[in-house]
Antibody, heavy 122, light 110 residues
């Protein structure tokens, strides 16, 4: 079945680095744009970043620009988020998610992973 | 860009209808028909309920419907059921490849 499984979360010190991964299965990964969305404890959803199906177009929320890098390896059906210089306010559950239609940005995510928890603390 | 505005809570009795609003600006909700709604139960990942204002993904009951007027989108849940109790989030494309979410609405089935 269609599935996304995140990994790589954990405790990281402010100013450190962490790489999140998302393994996709059950669909043709290369056909779909992908995104990362996060949710701080007890808070709402916040879009982090998106990447086009081929990996060439990358977009970031303003607060993440210059610190986070999204990438994908279509040969491995995997999505990544490199988090550099994280701050306490980056503490959240990070979800990877798939666009609802192939090849098309409608800014709608129809398949979500279970999330991976990132805690930024010294 | 600020988050879209949703009421923090909404409630209704089983069988009743409830409407949740999502207010933005002409730069997001009012400017595009890329408004989506997500349902999230505690400890679970969000689930897509509506997209492009009115479209329902396969498997979502037709008790869930959406609309938009000006800068405000709405989600209506008809024939409330106990399992509808959850947090609901709206989202909208906000131009320049940005996506905004609302702050979320906790729906309580009385």
């Amino acid at each position: 079945q269609v599935q996304l499984v995140e990994s790589g979360g954990g405790l990281v010190k402010p100013g450190g680095s962490l790489r999140l991964s998302c393994a996709a299965s059950g669909f043709t990964f290369i056909d779909y744009h992908m995104s990362w969305i996060r949710q701080a404890p007890g808070k709402g959803l916040e879009w982090v970043s998106s990447i086009s199906n081929g990996g060439t177009l990358k977009n970031y929320a303003d607060s993440m620009k210059g610190r986070f890098t999204i990438s994908r390896d279509n040969a491995k059906n995997s999505l990544y988020l490199q988090m550099n210089s994280p701050r306490a306010e980056d503490t959240a559950v990070y979800y990877c998610a798939r666009e609802v239609r192939p090849y098309y940005y409608s800014y709608t995510m129809d398949v979500w992973g279970h999330g991976t928890t990132v805690t930024v603390s010294s | 860009q600020s988050a879209l505005t949703q009421p923090p809570s909404a409630s209704g009795s089983p069988g009743q209808s409830v409407t949740i609003s999502c207010t933005g600006t002409t730069s997001d909700v009012g400017g595009y028909n890329y408004v989506s709604w997500y349902q999230q139960h505690p400890g679970k990942a969000p689930k897509l309920m509506l997209y492009e204002v009115t479209k329902r993904p396969s498997g979502v009951p037709d008790r869930f419907s959406g609309s938009k007027s000006g800068n405000t989108a709405s989600l209506t849940v008809s024939g409330l059921q106990a399992e509808d109790e959850a947090d609901y989030y709206c989202s909208s494309y906000a131009g320049s490849n940005n996506l905004l979410f609302g702050g979320g609405t906790k729906l309580t089935v009385l």
